[in-house]
Each structure stands twice: as C-alpha cells, then as structure tokens.
C-alpha cells in the first residue's frame, strides 16, 4: 500500500483544531515531513516493558486524512464515473 506520515495524537484537555497544528508544522517543517493524517488517541499504546507498542496503534480512516482542499463531489455524470474508478482503484470512499 500506499505509506503515509501519521500523527498520533494524545490531546491536553480540550482538543486543539488539526487545522491550527498542521498549519503550525507546515511553517515551520519542510512539506515532506509535515503529518498527512492525524489520529487522536486516549493514551498511547505501550508494551509491558514501557515502549510504545507501534503494532496496537490504530491504522488511519479516510477521516483522519486532512487536506487543505475541501471535498467537491462530481458535477456531471462523466466526473461520477471517473471518481467511482478512482475510488475503486484508490480504495477510498470519496476523491
């Protein structure tokens, strides 16, 4: 499959806007190093001997993924029938 850059993330209190933390990383960090999806956790696996425990952590969904573009569904029938090939192929639900 397809690798992707995943941030795990174990909120203080109330929950800060991915939006705001991506927008934070992006200045700051090269676009390569910059989290494609961010998934927030209660508390972050560890094994019995106190190391994060990488095999219990979650696999990202779809809504985990954030992009700067929003959603536009298809606006004729030839671009619904290109995005159900894509989705398809991509394995996703929407493109």
Same mark, same amino acid.
Do not use: N
């Given at each position: 499959? /397809?690798? =992707?850059?995943?941030?795990?993330?174990?909120?203080?209190?109330?929950?800060?806007?991915?939006?705001?933390? #991506?927008?934070?990383?992006?200045? $700051?960090?090269? $676009?390569?190093?910059?989290? $494609?999806?961010?998934?927030?956790?209660?508390?972050?696996?560890? /094994? /019995?001997?106190?190391?994060?425990?990488? #095999?219990?952590?979650?696999?990202?969904?779809?809504?985990?993924? =954030?992009? $700067?573009?929003?959603?536009?569904?298809?606006?004729?029938?030839?671009?619904?029938?290109?995005?159900?090939?894509?989705?398809?192929?991509?394995?996703?639900? #929407?493109?």
């Amino acid at each position: 499959g /397809t690798k =992707h850059l995943v941030a795990y993330v174990v909120w203080e209190g109330a929950s800060a806007a991915v939006s705001a933390v #991506r927008a934070s990383l992006k200045a $700051s960090l090269p $676009s390569y190093m910059v989290p $494609s999806a961010y998934v927030s956790l209660s508390d972050i696996p560890v /094994t /019995t001997v106190g190391k994060i425990d990488y #095999r219990a952590l979650p696999a990202p969904t779809d809504d985990d993924f =954030h992009t $700067s573009e929003s959603f536009v569904a298809a606006r004729t029938d030839v671009e619904a029938s290109l995005c159900e090939v894509w989705c398809s192929v991509l394995q996703r639900e #929407r493109v």
